[in-house]
């Protein structure tokens, strides 16, 4: 459009997030990006849908391939660069914001924000900047070390929009139990059910690992997103979920009495990691072998309950919930209903999306709404 555009980074470098995700690869999209894989509280399905349609994956990745970026995708739907480097995607990014003149202000915090019946004074660390139209793409707070911070939502606020209170998520869990704090470092692959006051919200099948503070593990950076904090919520842990109760019990009465000299640790340690198995042993204080203590052990690891997971803070949450409402916006422009040519795009907004691709997915979405709007109103 030939506008100029000023891009301010309190960060040394731009895309310091965008390197750490997808563990340096940056799991930039995902194929089968649907409303369901989103939670928030004041924006609809139908609203977020939306947005999410208004740059869908092809449109996305032809975009890419016109700057020069190859994408590549697995067969769980969930998309990378070709070069499964993050790298790439910045370097290709990059050369296109100098290519467009965007002038990069980096180590540039904006401080404030005012508004007169025109223009927006924007007041940052090395000065102050005049523009008719205002876009906040700050972020979250969650992971600060990349540069995560609420400066954002507070610049959101100071020019009157709602914001919905925010909360961790894609994050590890702290438990209150200590009973299995001795397999810190230690990785399963199991079933994880959240009950919400006895609902079931949530099952996956994935990583759990085991730290020395409670859980962690991409299996429960899943579930985290829909724990509630005020109500009551039970983890339910299946440790051998690739096999029936009624199985393994017989399967362990067979062998109990095939080898009667040995103990149930030793007849547990073909079925699950000798430490692991050790450690349950000790927990559920069974040592007989016999019957009723096969059962209760095969229930147990099955059923295993942790009562009242509590979120980790933001120093380790890939997201946050919460953010900008959908009280405060335009859904198909997302600029501000109050304080015209704001805009507001990506993880501000109240909307936050599971692993997979789903959060940039909805960045990038919310951007390109956001500039078809810019467009329109240049032209008119
Ligand atoms: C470790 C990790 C791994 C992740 N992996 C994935 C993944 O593989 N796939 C996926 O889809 N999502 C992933 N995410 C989530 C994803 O990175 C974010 O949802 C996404 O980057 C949000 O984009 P955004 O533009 O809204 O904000 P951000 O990417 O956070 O960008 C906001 C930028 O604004 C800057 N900023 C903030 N306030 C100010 C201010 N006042 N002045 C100047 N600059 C400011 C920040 O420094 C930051 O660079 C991951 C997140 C983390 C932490």
Redo the contacts with the bound molecule.
Sequence with gaps: MGLPIYL????KILG???L???NGR??IHNLYTRTSCYQSSSFTSQAIQSILEGFNFSEFQECCRKMGLLLTQQLDGRVYPNSQSAKSLLEVFSLKLEEGKVRIHLE???LNIHKDSKNFFVQSTKGTYQSSYLIL????E??PK????N??LE?ARSLGLEIVQTYPSLVPLKLDTHSLRDLSGMKLKVKITLKVDTITKKEVIDDLLFTSYGVSGFGILDISSQIQTSQDNVLIIDFLPNFEAEFLEQMLLKLHKSFPQRSLLQLLNGFLPPKFARVCMEVLKIKQCHTKNIKKLIFCLKNWEFKNPKLQGFENA??SGGGVSANAVKINTLESKAVSGLYII???LDIVGDRG?????F?WASARVCAESLKRSHKT
Excluded: I
């Design positions: 301010f980074e309190k960060n310091k997030k965008l750490a995700t997808g940056c799991n540039e915090e904006v793409a700050c972020g979250s969650a992971y990349l540069g995560g911070s400066k954002g610049l890939e997201v990506g993880e501000m691709g789903y959060n940039l997915a960045a």
